[in-house]
């Protein structure tokens, strides 16, 4: 746990696919926001992207079975840690922009508290996840169903989870998922083939307030203008 005592989070939820650079700028102006007044609170998006691919800051082109010049889907470097993915409908982001400051300034422990909330969240739906040593994310079984990649700035946090609910995976064929070789990607829907979004994200949203002691609030005009 985080705090001891709840703090104030904004939160955001879209039904509509988001532009990945759109939600890639909401974050950038939130963390701007935080950086630049200390009681800033935290925000979390819930949303989707239309299909794209994601760099990582450092990551290995060698992952990606295309010619960079001509994607399948747009394709953008940014500022997480983690190597190639993919984003689509189906799969659910979950973004989070905190002052770890305020928290815990251990970023190892920040992702395994998102992992350990995704564990959660597939316990109450029979569902068995565990990690794999020194490698982010959640697996069930031998596949691998929620990445986490993380950017950080002065300790204020961009980027989160991408957790596969009803994905369809047929555009993780063009790449090597995280740079894992010998892993393979799957989604809630294999298990469960009528899962809900809308109940996964209850169900995450309600383990976010738990595990990191989040309030969540619907954002003022003000704050609506930041985002």
């Known amino acids: 746990m985080f705090l ?29 926001y935080v950086m630049s007044n200390d009681t800033a609170p935290a925000a979390v998006w819930f949303l989707q992207h239309p299909p ?6 450092s990551s290995n082109l060698s992952f990606l079975h295309f010619n960079i010049s001509t994607p399948p889907a747009p394709l953008y470097r940014i500022n997480r840690g983690g190597e190639v993915t993919h984003h689509c409908d189906g799969q659910l982001m979950i973004y989070l922009v905190v002052n770890l400051q305020r928290y815990r300034m251990d970023l190892h422990f920040y992702i395994r508290m998102l992992e350990q909330i995704i564990i959660d969240t597939l316990g109450y739906l029979n569902l068995k996840g565990h990690r794999i040593n020194n490698l982010p994310g959640v697996w069930i079984e031998n596949k691998k169903i929620a990445a986490i990649g993380i950017g950080i700035k002065h300790w204020v946090t961009q980027h989160g989870i991408a957790l596969n609910i009803r994905s369809n995976l047929e555009g993780f064929k063009a790449i090597t998922p995280c740079g894992l070789t010998t892993q393979s990607v799957g989604r809630l829907q294999d298990w469960i083939p009528t899962i809900d979004l809308i109940e996964i994200q209850n169900l995450i949203e309600q383990e976010l307030a738990k595990n990191l ?6 954002p003022t005009l003000d704050e609506k203008f930041i985002r």
């Open 4 to 32: 001891k005592k709840k703090s104030d989070v904004i939160f955001f939820k879209f039904e509509q696919p988001i532009s990945y650079l759109q939600a890639w700028y909401w974050q950038n102006e939130w963390q701007e």
């Open 52 to 57: 794209c691919y994601t760099l990582g800051r």
């Open 213 to 218: 002691c989040f309030n969540f609030r619907h």
